[in-house]
Every structure is written in structure tokens, then in C-alpha cells.
């Protein structure tokens, strides 16, 4: 069977306009050739430091930005599948609702006036499969289903904490029974506590109704713990990708190895790969030549600084773009 979701050669690129002719003067890469799958049911963690383009691609995915170029195949329930990068406007509405989108900040992310069930409700009348008594039933249900209290039905975002909005996000983009959950750092504005509170429910919800996740975050803690696979992004590239224990014990990219080294772990004694992750990420206007990563990386070479290295099978499902994967002292 094939994927639920294929991403291939998907790219977005921002002109960059110069002058009083507002000539083209170069390309922002926000996303560059990036290929993946989702199967259906599975989680794929898409990680990254801030500002690598991990927004910009789940955005361009749901089409709520137009790709440059590229494939975007969702599998639909019937079993044919549509590329989402190239549909219209019309035929576009019509498949939206099996691909939905949870957002980073549920204190901007919801209208502040309008009431739960209308939030809630607003994709089951875009895509006109519900209406009525039937509409305010379903809401009822997604209520219940992401744990908030029938009563809150007629409030306002502003009487919720946190979380409880976060679940008003969540019941929303469920509402019209999605194959597909695109979740953009849906947990990182929220306290610790309250974090794994929602990362439960997605997943109770991911076993209850066979959802796919592509969950983006820049907190490896949170895509370890919720992730079958994982892909590592960097300026607008996938520069590894693996399955969640391989790449955890045995990164083989080393920028995947700096953002291990740099997170917080309960055992100093494990993970230390002595990288540090030091610089800031370049310009996505003006990257560097050859390897991207080669200015803030230990192992660079000349040929690093020259030639680009391409994402290559190194072991069995274990994708890295570095001449030398495989071949540094990475893991510990
Ligand atoms: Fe570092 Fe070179 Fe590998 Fe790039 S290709 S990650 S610069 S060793």
C-alpha cells in the first residue's frame, strides 16, 4: 500500500527583489528539494532550530502557502490520491478536510470572537458535511473527545487557559474525521505540564482514530518521545532522516549530533558527543557553498566547502547528507 502522505522535490523560494525595477536578485530557499512519507497511522517528527524552514514546509504541504515546485500525493480514504501541490481552488476544498493543521499558539490561532462551537464547527461547514442539530451533536462529541465540558460550548477563546485552547485547536482540526494532523510546535507555548497533557491526548487520539501526525518542533525531547520517524531540517533541507531509535543512538549527521549534544538530558553520561552546536544559521538568501552545514561544522573539509552533499541511504532507512556519515565519531 502506498504512503498516506509523499512529499517529493518540494520546494518554496521567496524572490528577493533589489532597486527601484524590483529585479530578482536572488532566492530565499525556505524549503529545497525535500522528499519524505507519512505512512498512514504513524508519526513523523520533523525537528530543526527555529528558522530553518520546518513552518514554511508544513504550510506549503496543506497548501496554505503555494509551492515553487514539486509532489504533494495524499492518499484519500477511497484510496486514490491527489496531488495536493497542483489542485485548484475548488478541488482543493473538497479534499481539505482529510488533511488538517494544529498551530503553535493557541492564543492567536483561535478568533477571539467567536465562541467554541463555532470554532469548532467552522471546518464542518466549509466543507458542508454538517449542518443544524447535527453540527452542534458532532461539536458536542469532539468535546468530549479532546476532554473539555459540553457547557464551554457557547464561551469565548479568552475564558481558557492554555491547554484548554490547545484542545479547542485540536477538537477543530478534527472535526472532519482527518487522515492527516500537520501539528506545528502544538505544544511549545505551553507550560511543561500541561505539555504532556496534550502530547497524551494527541496520542490517545492517534490510536482512537488511526491518525497520521507530521508534528514539527524544534524540541527533540517532545519529537523523541512522539515520533516512529524522525527527519532533522536545516536551511530549508532534509539533512537526516531515520527511524526514532536509529537516529537517537546513532545520529550520523553532525549537525543531528549538535542538537543532541545541546539538549538537556538526565544522564550527562550519555548522548555527550562533545559537538557543540556554535554560529547562526546562515542567511537562507545566502547559504553557504558546498555542504550548508559546513561553517558551523567540526568535520569540515575542503570538499565540504565545495561540494554539495546529497541525502544518500547510508544504512538500511537511514538517510544523512554528509560525505563523511557513517565515517565520524558520533555516537557515544
Ligand atoms: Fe560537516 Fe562536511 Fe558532513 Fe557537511 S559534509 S556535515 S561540513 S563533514
Avoid: W
Amino acid at each position: 500500500e502506498s504512503a498516506l502522505l509523499t512529499v517529493a522535490h518540494l520546494k518554496k523560494y521567496y524572490p528577493v527583489q533589489a532597486g527601484f525595477l524590483r529585479k530578482t536578485v536572488g532566492y530565499v530557499k525556505a524549503v529545497d528539494d525535500v522528499s519524505f512519507t507519512v505512512q498512514r497511522g504513524e508519526t513523523l517528527g520533523l525537528v530543526g532550530e527555529s528558522g530553518c524552514g520546518k513552518t514554511t514546509l508544513g504550510r506549503t504541504i496543506l497548501r496554505a502557502l503555494d509551492p515553487t515546485a514539486g509532489y504533494v500525493g495524499l492518499r484519500l480514504p477511497g484510496g486514490e490520491t491527489v496531488d495536493l501541490a497542483r489542485l485548484g481552488p475548488r478541488e482543493l476544498r473538497a479534499v481539505r478536510r482529510h488533511a488538517q493543521m494544529v498551530f503553535q499558539d493557541p492564543y492567536s490561532s483561535l478568533n477571539p470572537r467567536m465562541t467554541v462551537l463555532d470554532t469548532v464547527s467552522e471546518p464542518l461547514r466549509l466543507s458542508g458535511m454538517a449542518q443544524g442539530p447535527a453540527l452542534v451533536s458532532r461539536v458536542k462529541d469532539l468535546l468530549h473527545v479532546v476532554g473539555l465540558e459540553v457547557r464551554h460550548l457557547n464561551r469565548y477563546p479568552h475564558a481558557f487557559s492554555g491547554g484548554q485552547r490547545q484542545r479547542i485547536g485540536i477538537a477543530r482540526a478534527l472535526a472532519t474525521n482527518p487522515s492527516l494532523i500537520v501539528a506545528d510546535e502544538a505544544v511549545s507555548a505551553l507550560d511543561v505540564s500541561i505539555q504532556a497533557q496534550i502530547l497524551n491526548l494527541m496520542q490517545d487520539l492517534q490510536r482512537e482514530f488511526g491518525l497520521a501526525y507530521l508534528f514539527i518542533s524544534h524540541d527533540l525531547s517532545v519529537i523523541e518521545h512522539l515520533s516512529d520517524r524522525v527527519a532533522v531540517m536545516y536551511v530549508g533541507q532534509i539533512v537526516e532522516r531515520a527511524g526514532n531509535a536509529a537516529l537517537f543512538s546513532q545520529p550520523l549527521h553532525p549537525y543531528t549530533a549538535a542538537l543532541l549534544a545541546s539538549k538537556p538530558h538526565p544522564d550527562p553520561r550519555q548522548r555527550n558527543t562533545g559537538i557543540p552546536l556554535s554560529g547562526e544559521i546562515p542567511d537562507l538568501a545566502a547559504l553557504p557553498s558546498g555542504c550548508p552545514f559546513h561553517p558551523r561544522c567540526p568535520f569540515a573539509q575542503d570538499r565540504c566547502r565545495i561540494e554539495k552533499p546529497p541525502l544518500r541511504e547510508v544504512h538500511p532507512d537511514h538517510f544523512a547528507a554528509c560525505h563523511f556519515a557513517g565515517e565520524l565519531p558520533l555516537s557515544n
